[in-house]
């Protein structure tokens, strides 16, 4: 399949495969993650999705968002699922029960669910070679249960279970490099992206698929009901996160490490 | 006929697994279910199978990877005991909530702590309220033929149920016993072509699995789970009679065993119901009117048919080989439930045996059938629970 160009006109002529009237809260950066994600390709794709913010948003009761085959299963467990599925694709494709469709296979998870209770679960579906990317959208908390702590959550930050307290002043520890982490597992592509470059991590995601293996992808979200920003600010904040370096745009692919985006 | 071989429990289940040829197997080891995964294992890299092999870091992300596998829209197995099963526990509750027709020995063993790798029902009695079809089996013959009718009862149209085939750990997953094996041309033509129902693999018709459901409709979703839990018994009972009219050997909800004319019963379940039925032998010989009854099918649990088949004793001992600390044993609440039926009810006692695989010995049964005797003359039971074959 050709690498379909990133043209905004373009690409605003594609049919949404995550759809509007999820329940996603205003200003949420998680549905626009998706949204470039799956706008990178015309690839069919399969996705699994940790508990969390976007799955209990996107598939309530008869309704969902994704026009896509989906599915969520628990919490710890989107990269384990996937790998379920990606396993039954690959075994009726070879005993020729299927059509090999060039299907691809994401699993998102949120960074509760990725760098904390789903880290086994990801670090053996990435030792096990499936053909998967997995996209954590990194909002550093539990948004979802209520802004506790995670460990993506920032030194100093003031959550609901590390509160800025008079004798504790917030969040003690310094957080987990996880994309640094996943890349040590030896996997031929490692990303970290942000939803304000969207042309950057539209790239990663269609250089992603052009490869086989493992792949991870450690994206910034912004929540405004846990960073306390204002509902407009998502995009403004992802771009302040990579021209702080707080949120470095690089890449690691086949363990060469590259910046792509050089802040000025 | 097939061909007769000695094997172990396990090794007759990986046989049978190897004849079913499932899609997807994701499995991680624990004793005493590694050896059946681990010769599965061979066939796979021998090439004996199709099955893709995913080989996880842990028991949740088996039944994880299972879930998936089996949404995606194949034929599903795995194998698991004790710790595994008991990791495996949030997982086996989306399985079923999912309507995944997964199958999965069980190979029974006790629970930590303190750690022990041998029999006993702690595991499977522990995933009793998951969902689960439980089909538990005295033997390694049983342990075979059971899982070919699991397949066929979990993945029926009017089921889509996960199902467990559970055998005692060592006792019969590692003991060598007489298994007659089925053709693979009859096991094939016996479980059928899997079919597929909503795969997430077709592209062309996306579905969504795993909603959040709350209030509004949770409630209606869970009674239609019981309800399709309902009309196992009837599926079970059709798919025994294709596998008598197949193999000769027959299989019932649960076993009875000179049960016609007894006064007084023993219930028990798996291994230890072979060696209580050679005790009932020798008390019939001296004229005791004695039976035994054997689950087969643990859930749904067949109460009406089992209380019927047991509507004219006057005593029970109902034996588990689990227990719950500070209640009665899961198998006596069981059969209490049955017995709340019968018009006439017959006095019913409890006895916790062979934790943690300590043996059950011929004396324990004669013990048991000593005091049921007498609890049958006088109606009275002293000790509703006791522990038998307990160092004092």
């Not at chain 2, 995944?100 to 009695?125: E, K």
């Not at chain 2, 055998?167 to 016996?190: C, L, P």
């Not at chain 2, 795969?199 to 789970?225: C, F, M, V």
Request: net charge neutral; hydrophobic share 40%.
């Amino acid at each position: 399949m050709t690498t379909k160009p990133l043209k905004l006109r373009e690409l605003a002529k594609g049919e949404d495969r995550f759809t509007h009237g999820h329940r996603m809260c205003a200003g949420c950066g998680a549905p626009i993650v998706v949204k470039q994600v799956l706008m990178a390709t015309d690839y069919p794709i399969i996705a699994s999705n940790a508990t969390g913010c976007l799955e209990v948003s996107s598939c309530i009761q008869q309704y969902t968002a994704w026009k896509i085959p989906w599915m969520h299963s628990a919490f710890e467990n989107a990269a384990a699922t996937i790998s379920g599925i990606e396993a039954m694709y690959r075994s009726l494709v070879k005993q020729g029960k299927i059509e090999d469709k060039e299907v691809k296979f994401i699993a998102f998870g949120g960074d509760g669910g990725t760098y904390d209770i789903g880290f086994q679960s990801l670090s053996g579906a990435m030792e096990r070679g499936h053909d998967m990317l997995y996209i954590c959208y990194d909002n550093g908390a539990y948004m979802n249960t209520g802004i506790q702590r995670s460990s993506a959550t920032p030194f100093g930050a003031n959550t609901t279970t590390c509160p800025a307290g008079d004798v504790i002043p917030g969040k003690l520890q310094h957080r987990k490099d996880l994309t640094r982490i996943m890349a040590a597992h030896g996997i031929p592509y490692v990303a970290q992206a942000s939803p304000a470059n969207w042309r950057d991590m539209m790239k990663k995601v269609q250089k992603a698929f052009e490869i086989k293996g493992p792949k991870f992808m450690n994206v910034i979200s912004p929540c405004n009901r846990g960073w306390r920003s204002k509902t407009n600010d998502a995009i403004a904040l992802s771009k302040l996160a990579v021209e702080t370096c707080y949120w470095p745009l690089f890449e690691i692919e086949n363990g060469v490490t590259r910046v792509t985006v050089k802040p000025k | 006929m097939g061909k007769i071989v000695a094997v172990t429990g396990n090794e007759a289940c990986a046989q049978a697994l190897k004849q079913i040829n499932p899609d997807v197997c994701a499995a991680y080891p624990i004793t005493p279910a590694t050896d059946l995964m681990q010769r599965f294992s061979s066939y796979v890299n021998d090439g004996k199978v199709d099955t893709e092999l995913v080989l996880v870091e842990s028991e949740h992300s088996a039944m994880s990877a299972c879930i998936g596998a089996a949404a995606a829209g194949g034929r599903v197995a795995t194998a698991t005991s004790s710790q595994g099963l008991a990791l495996m526990w949030e997982m086996l509750h989306i399985a079923a909530g999912t309507r995944l027709p997964i199958v999965m020995p069980l190979v029974n063993r006790a629970l930590s702590a303190p750690l022990n790798i041998h029999g006993d029902h702690s595991d499977g009695m522990g995933a009793r309220d998951t969902g689960w079809i439980q089909i538990y089996s005295e033997n390694a013959q049983e342990a075979y033929d059971n899982t070919f009718q699991a397949f066929r009862i979990a993945e029926h149209l009017d089921i889509r149920l996960p199902a467990m085939v559970c055998m005692d750990g060592f006792i019969v997953s590692h003991s060598i016993e007489r298994v007659e094996y089925i053709d693979d041309a009859d096991v094939k033509s016996f479980v059928g072509k899997f079919q597929a129902v909503n795969p997430l693999l077709d592209i062309d018709n996306p579905k969504s699995y795993g909603p959040l459901i709350l209030t509004d409709l949770y409630h209606e979703y869970k009674r239609a789970q019981h309800e399709v839990m309902t009309k196992v018994p009837n599926i079970a009972l059709e798919v025994a009679a294709d596998f008598e009219k197949m193999t000769g050997r027959k299989y019932g909800l649960f076993e009875p065993y000179r049960l016609d004319d007894a006064e007084i019963a023993i219930v028990v379940m798996s291994s230890a119901a072979g060696t209580t039925k050679d005790i009932i032998d020798n008390y019939r010989d001296k004229g005791v009117k004695i039976g035994l009854l054997k689950p087969r099918l643990f859930r749904p649990f067949p109460y009406l048919e089992i209380a019927n088949a047991l509507k004219d004793v006057k005593a029970i001992a109902v034996l588990d080989r689990a227990d719950s600390f500070g209640g009665y044993g899961p198998l006596f609440s069981e059969i209490t439930g049955a017995v709340m039926s019968m018009d006439t009810k017959p006095a019913v006692t409890n006895k916790i045996f062979g934790l943690g695989g300590r043996d059950y010995l011929p004396d324990q049964a004669e013990k048991v059938i000593d005091e049921l005797i007498k609890v049958a003359e006088t109606g009275k039971v002293e000790n509703i629970k006791e522990y038998i074959g307990v160092r004092e």
